[in-house]
């Protein structure tokens, strides 16, 4: 408390010193930037886009892109099975995409940090039973469980999402509970437990804040995932459904056009990977940034 | 030890008896009705109705319904079919061995590759070889494998038609299953060509599959490489003077493996998952086409089985895991 009256220089802020550290990496930043460039096409999609997603142009079946022969300046990534624009699908498949990668990590981090405290604070049985009913939810691959829930609730874009924040929800709840664990006996919280702050206000003031790095780089990591599962979902045909613009859903019906029109099938998997890989490398970035090993030295 | 042990293998049971109970309440929350869907009759008559119901002991209470189904579990009967009428047990182990030998195949690939490629980055570390691997295996854990696996089949089988586009073996040849894994099947039919004829049906999809552990276990290696070649037990093997191959190979290698073989073990789960993906694309007669079928047909008992058995066997494996873990290291060896 003393030093606030010597008017010191400010050391640089938290904030700042994880941005050097995160814009050293050449990778992580270019992952951001591809990013940015994904979530404004995401976010303008309705101006950015020249056609409607869904719209048949009948006298343009399968158009090549552009610079290919017979490719067409109006469709300038071509066109598919049915005459949609790829472009146009493309961007608001962006938009879909992102939206079920953060849909998906909001819900489960959300439910993992209150079941993960719980599980951590509870010294009963319920703490145990939370952390048995993840090991369930572990133990069953997560596609398969992904495909059993999306059976039961039936195909959607939604179901979707519901469907996999369930698969990914114990990654949140071990995490957030091992971390809790860890920071429990420590003597700032001991303090604040003798100060008698109450029990919530320990948990989710004064634990959860400092069990935030490693929950950082698995929600990114999440966002990814999600997005690689959600696909996945689409191309089985257990996911969102025909005519929407959703990069996997885009894929399973151009198999068969494969051979006579591979851009319908190479686009949509691109867009999917660079996604994932820009999201991915962000992460490693983070991962490095927040390590507090690397800090300290 | 013997308590970790023991410990260890109780946990199995409740989970096993959790995925039981959920499988099969969440199989009966399916829409639409499996008798319908078996008469495939529509108007069928409300008394006849009854009776398959009856006959497949769907008017049963559901708690019954369980411990009954529970029963027959203990007893390998995991009921029959809707579809086909055969015993789920039965083409469960006539199809598993095909996703076995596919996964295995995937695991061999991603281990081949996956280790040298780990150790070598760590070796180079900051290089241009570093940097160009792991971007790969970063790449590569990011790959949508479904998409990964029809560029492969355009590239390879389309364009160059060096590798079949589906299957496991030719239609040209046939032979009774033995072990169910078809190359060692192939080899013992003593016929021509049968065994190159598997091998080039199995290399794409085991590619395919293999791509995510690989750039798992890429990683993984070279991040194990890298701590342990600070260790001190290194720094003394290299003062002793013993060749660089040496150091790495017997010194620093062997301890780096340990978090490796833990990753791979780990690893069974995802493949699972995956290989759904890749025996949908290369229409591989496995358990995950076969499950996908049972959703399409709203097979039950396939579905419930199914589910339960693949979860069964990727528990064992995580068990196996922990349990070689456990006698690896120190820490857990003796006691906590």
Same mark, same amino acid.
């Given at each position: 408390? #003393?030093?606030?009256?010597?008017?010191?220089?400010?050391?640089?802020?938290?904030l700042r010193l994880i941005w050097r550290d995160f814009s050293r990496n050449k990778g992580a930043l270019a992952g951001l930037i591809v990013l940015l460039v994904m979530f404004t096409a995401a976010i303008?999609?309705?101006?950015?886009?020249?056609?409607?997603?869904?719209?048949?142009?009948?006298?343009?079946?399968?158009?090549?892109?552009?610079?290919?022969?017979?490719?067409?300046?109006?469709?300038?990534?071509?066109?598919?099975?049915?005459?949609?624009?790829?472009?146009?699908?493309?961007?608001?498949?962006a938009?879909?995409s992102l939206?079920?990668g953060l849909?998906?990590v909001?819900?489960?981090?959300?439910?993992?940090?209150?079941?993960?405290?719980?599980?951590?604070? #509870?010294? +009963?049985? %319920?703490?145990?039973?939370?952390?048995?009913?993840?090991?369930?939810?572990?133990? %069953?691959?997560?596609?398969?469980?992904?495909?059993?829930?999306? #059976?039961?609730?039936?195909?959607?874009?939604?179901?979707?999402?519901?469907?996999?924040?369930?698969?990914?929800?114990?990654?949140? %709840?071990?995490?957030?509970?091992?971390?809790?664990? #860890?920071?429990? +006996?420590?003597?700032?919280?001991?303090?604040?437990?003798?100060?008698?702050?109450?029990?919530?206000?320990?948990?989710?003031?004064? %634990?959860?804040?400092?069990?935030?790095?490693?929950?950082i780089v698995?929600a990114t990591l999440g966002v990814s +995932?999600?997005i690689?599962?959600?696909?996945?979902?689409?191309?089985?045909?257990?996911?969102?459904?025909?005519?929407?613009?959703?990069?996997?859903?885009?894929?399973?019906?151009?198999?068969?056009?494969?051979?006579?029109?591979?851009?319908?099938?190479?686009?949509?998997?691109?867009a999917?990977l660079v996604t994932v890989l820009a999201i991915n490398l962000v992460g490693d970035g983070l991962l490095d940034a927040l390590d507090?090993?690397?800090?300290?030295? | 030890?013997?308590?970790?042990?023991?410990?260890?293998? !109780?946990?199995?049971?409740?989970?096993?008896?959790?995925?039981?109970?959920?499988?099969?309440?969440?199989?009966?929350?399916?829409?639409?009705? *499996?008798?319908?869907?078996?008469?495939?009759?529509?108007?069928?008559?409300?008394?006849?109705?009854?009776? $398959?119901?009856?006959?497949?002991?769907?008017?049963?209470?559901? /708690?019954?319904?369980?411990?009954?189904?529970?029963?027959?579990?203990? @007893?390998?009967?995991?009921?029959?079919?809707?579809?086909? @009428?055969?015993?789920?047990?039965?083409?469960? /182990?006539?199809?598993?061995?095909?996703?076995?030998?596919?996964?295995? &195949? &995937?695991?061999?690939?991603?281990?081949?590759?996956?280790?040298?490629?780990? $150790?070598?980055?760590?070796?180079?570390?900051?290089?241009?070889?570093? @940097?160009?691997?792991?971007g790969? !295996?970063l790449t590569?854990?990011s790959?949508?494998?479904?998409?990964?696996?029809?560029?492969?089949?355009?590239?390879?089988?389309?364009?160059?038609?060096?590798? *079949?586009?589906?299957?496991?073996?030719?239609?040209?040849?046939?032979?009774?299953?033995?072990?169910?894994?078809?190359?060692?099947?192939?080899?013992?039919?003593?016929?021509?060509?049968?065994?190159?004829?598997?091998?080039?049906?199995?290399?794409?999809?085991?590619?395919?599959?293999?791509?995510?552990?690989? &750039?798992?276990?890429?990683?993984?290696?070279?991040? !194990?490489?890298?701590?342990?070649?600070?260790?001190?037990?290194?720094?003394?093997?290299?003062?002793?003077?013993?060749?660089?191959?040496?150091?790495?190979?017997?010194?620093?290698?062997?301890?780096?493996? =340990? *978090?490796?073989?833990? $990753?791979?073990?780990?690893?069974?789960?995802?493949?699972?998952?995956?290989?759904?993906?890749?025996?949908?694309?290369?229409?591989?007669?496995?358990?995950?086409? /076969?499950?996908?079928?049972? =959703?399409?047909?709203?097979?039950?008992?396939?579905?419930?089985?199914?589910?339960?058995?693949?979860?069964?066997?990727? =528990?064992?494996?995580?068990?196996?895991?922990?349990?070689?873990?456990?006698?690896?290291?120190?820490? =857990?060896? @003796?006691?906590?």
């Amino acid at each position: 408390m #003393a030093t606030d009256s010597l008017s010191l220089p400010a050391p640089p802020g938290e904030l700042r010193l994880i941005w050097r550290d995160f814009s050293r990496n050449k990778g992580a930043l270019a992952g951001l930037i591809v990013l940015l460039v994904m979530f404004t096409a995401a976010i303008f999609a309705n101006f950015l886009a020249p056609h409607s997603p869904i719209e048949q142009y009948r006298d343009f079946v399968r158009i090549p892109p552009m610079w290919q022969a017979g490719g067409n300046a109006m469709f300038p990534l071509g066109t598919d099975e049915l005459g949609r624009d790829m472009l146009s699908r493309l961007i608001y498949g962006a938009r879909l995409s992102l939206f079920i990668g953060l849909a998906v990590v909001v819900a489960s981090m959300a439910a993992g940090i209150v079941l993960g405290l719980w599980a951590a604070f #509870a010294e +009963n049985a %319920v703490g145990t039973l939370i952390l048995r009913a993840m090991d369930v939810i572990l133990s %069953v691959p997560s596609l398969l469980l992904c495909i059993v829930i999306v #059976a039961i609730i039936g195909p959607s874009l939604t179901n979707t999402i519901i469907a996999i924040t369930i698969v990914y929800l114990p990654h949140y %709840v071990r995490l957030v509970r091992a971390s809790a664990m #860890a920071e429990m +006996n420590r003597d700032y919280v001991i303090a604040a437990q003798v100060a008698g702050a109450s029990r919530l206000r320990i948990m989710f003031v004064t %634990v959860l804040p400092n069990c935030a790095a490693p929950l950082i780089v698995q929600a990114t990591l999440g966002v990814s +995932n999600a997005i690689l599962e959600a696909a996945g979902l689409g191309f089985l045909g257990l996911g969102a459904q025909p005519p929407t613009p959703e990069w996997g859903v885009m894929l399973a019906s151009a198999r068969e056009f494969l051979q006579s029109a591979p851009w319908i099938v190479t686009q949509p998997g691109l867009a999917i990977l660079v996604t994932v890989l820009a999201i991915n490398l962000v992460g490693d970035g983070l991962l490095d940034a927040l390590d507090p090993k690397r800090k300290r030295s | 030890m013997l308590r970790f042990f023991l410990r260890r293998v !109780a946990l199995v049971i409740p989970t096993f008896l959790a995925i039981a109970f959920f499988t099969f309440v969440a199989i009966r929350m399916v829409p639409g009705d *499996p008798v319908e869907v078996r008469t495939g009759e529509r108007g069928i008559s409300p008394e006849r109705l009854a009776e $398959v119901r009856a006959e497949l002991g769907l008017d049963q209470p559901i /708690w019954k319904q369980f411990l009954d189904y529970l029963g027959g579990v203990f @007893h390998g009967n995991f009921g029959l079919s809707i579809v086909t @009428h055969e015993p789920v047990w039965t083409e469960f /182990w006539t199809l598993f061995p095909a996703t076995l030998e596919l996964t295995l &195949a &995937a695991l061999l690939f991603a281990i081949v590759v996956g280790i040298p490629s780990g $150790v070598l980055a760590a070796l180079k570390r900051g290089s241009i070889v570093d @940097h160009g691997l792991m971007g790969l !295996a970063l790449t590569g854990f990011s790959m949508p494998i479904f998409w990964w696996g029809l560029l492969l089949v355009l590239f390879f089988s389309v364009e160059l038609g060096w590798t *079949p586009v589906s299957g496991r073996i030719d239609l040209l040849y046939y032979f009774e299953p033995v072990t169910g894994f078809m190359l060692i099947d192939s080899l013992l039919s003593d016929q021509d060509g049968a065994f190159l004829s598997t091998l080039s049906h199995l290399v794409l999809p085991a590619i395919v599959l293999g791509t995510v552990p690989l &750039a798992t276990i890429a990683r993984m290696t070279r991040s !194990a490489m890298l701590e342990v070649l600070n260790e001190d037990y290194v720094r003394t093997a290299r003062a002793k003077g013993l060749s660089p191959m040496r150091v790495v190979g017997l010194h620093a290698l062997r301890n780096a493996l =340990i *978090p490796v073989v833990t $990753v791979i073990g780990l690893q069974m789960g995802m493949l699972m998952g995956g290989a759904v993906l890749t025996e949908y694309i290369f229409s591989w007669p496995g358990i995950g086409n /076969w499950l996908i079928e049972a =959703i399409n047909r709203r097979d039950y008992p396939v579905l419930q089985g199914g589910i339960l058995m693949v979860s069964t066997v990727v =528990i064992l494996v995580n068990l196996l895991v922990d349990l070689t873990y456990g006698l690896i290291n120190p820490r =857990i060896r @003796h006691g906590h």
